[in-house]
Each structure stands twice: as structure tokens, then as C-alpha cells.
């Protein structure tokens, strides 16, 4: 039986202040205009402090299909956010935390994945790599070309 469970993790610079990354990625509501390859629609269910429960419609690496992911996080100004995203795919883990470095901001990416829909457990190996190479191409190098100047 193949692996039900994805680890991806990467860490990216972008020659941005942390504060800039932080306004783009943190706003949900806006996933949508700054990453259309990734977000369709997104939403505020609640937001309480720095606790927040988004729905969003996220397209799918693959082809044409959207998912419905709710993510349940928490803030951690300045640095990114941490969160549990459930959809039909499976449950994410994800976190997105940055640090300040002479050139820049480093951002620390991981997002554990438990692949609970038996079909995409079939093929845990290529979605790591390929999940990882797509969100690479339509989050932080898109951050990279909205901010490095």
C-alpha cells in the first residue's frame, strides 16, 4: 500500500521585507488576485484575534478540478501563520512562518500531508514533487516578481 502521508518543506529568500510577504499572504480574503493559479474564491468564516477559520475554493495542480479547503489557523504576526486545512485530498498541515536575513526574508514552507482519499494515496510519490515544483511557480516566485524590486 502506498504512503498515506506527503512531507513537503522547502525554504525560499525573497529580497522583501517580512512585513510586505506578510500583508500579501495573510490576506485570505485576497488569495484569489494575487494567486489565481491557486485560489479561486476565499472567505472568512470566523476570525477571532489571531485565530481564523477560511473557506476557500483552491484549484488543483492538476487539470481543471477545484477543491473546497477549510483552513483552520492561527497568525503569528509578523512572522506567518500555521494551519490545519481539510479538504477531499486529505488534511494539511501547513505552515509558513519567515525570518528576517541580510538580503532579505527567508520563508520556511512545510506542509504535512495526510492523504485520506484512497485515490490520490496511489500517487503520494509524484503529488510530494509535483505539489511542491506547482506551488513554487504560483506562490513564492509570483511573491518574488509582486515584491523584489
Not at 477559520?53 to 483552491?58: G, Y
Not at 494551519?83 to 504535512?112: A, Q, R
Amino acid at each position: 500500500m502506498k504512503s498515506k502521508f506527503v512531507h513537503l518543506e522547502k525554504n525560499y529568500t525573497i529580497r522583501a521585507h517580512r512585513e510586505e510577504i506578510y500583508k500579501i499572504i495573510t490576506d485570505f480574503e485576497n488569495l484569489p488576485k494575487y494567486f489565481p493559479s491557486v485560489a479561486k474564491s476565499a472567505r472568512y468564516i470566523s476570525r477571532d484575534g489571531d485565530n481564523f477559520i477560511v473557506e476557500a475554493k483552491t484549484k488543483a495542480f492538476f487539470g481543471n478540478k477545484t477543491f473546497t479547503v477549510r483552513m483552520e489557523g492561527q497568525l503569528q504576526p509578523p512572522r506567518g501563520f500555521v494551519s490545519k486545512n481539510t479538504s477531499s485530498l486529505g488534511i494539511e498541515n501547513e505552515t509558513f512562518l519567515m525570518e528576517e536575513v541580510p538580503n532579505g526574508t527567508n520563508i520556511h514552507y512545510v506542509n504535512d500531508v495526510e492523504l485520506t482519499n484512497s485515490f490520490f494515496r496511489l500517487f503520494s510519490f509524484l503529488i510530494k514533487y509535483v505539489a511542491l515544483w506547482y506551488w513554487e511557480r504560483a506562490v513564492f516566485y509570483k511573491l518574488k516578481r509582486m515584491l523584489e524590486k
